[in-house]
């Protein structure tokens, strides 16, 4: 093809006045690699085309399946923000509840009846009801561990969320040594020699 009927072709093209035929010769052409200088561009256009010619059509369900993921994940989000409002306002209710059924089981225990008239007694009493209220207080506190281990964890995940702080404040201020001394280093060395 010589470069009249290449010139014609490809002004044709960009006016959108080709037939599929000629779009097919100039593929066909650029294919090569010997073409004239200053049609690189084209080359890139017309090599483009043949490359996202092999791309295979998307499925049928193509759509549907994104939008379902696009559903699925929008869910998932809604769910996370549900999980984050409603676990800190289940514990203060499981607190609230658990130190309402400790004042009702302490308040409502039969009281005793008798006193002791012998100290060997009364301390032996005393020392069994004290093993059963450290016992009880000691079981409520186990009652309590999963909230201290959500402290525990939320301090765990501000201390790695201060670490990535400092880390990153840390390469900031490298940065900003690397620009003032790309900025001194660019100074014309009269300024320099000046100050």
Known sequence: MNEEELKRLIEKYYNGESTEEEESILRDYFRKNN???????????FSFYTESAELPDPS?????????????????RGSHKIKKYLLPLLSTAAGLL???GSYFFFTNRAV??????DPE????????????????????????????KINEIKRK??????KSTKIVE?????????????????????????K
């Open 112 to 117: 005793s009846g008798d006193t002791f008239t």
């Open 121 to 148: 007694i009364a301390y032996a009493e005393t020392i069994k009801i004290l093993r059963d209220v450290s016992t009880q207080l000691n079981h409520g506190a186990q009652v309590l561990e999963p909230v201290g």
């Open 98 to 100: 658990i130190l309402a």
């Open 35 to 45: 073409i004239p200088e200053g049609y690189e561009a084209e080359k890139l256009i």
């Open 60 to 76: 049928l369900d193509f759509e549907a399946r994104i939008l379902a993921g696009i559903d699925a994940s929008e869910i998932k």
């Open 170 to 194: 840390k390469n900031l201020k490298n940065l900003n040594y690397l620009q003032r001394a790309i900025e001194i280093s660019h100074v014309p060395v009269e300024k320099n020699i000046n």
């Open 157 to 162: 995940s501000f201390e790695s969320i201060n």
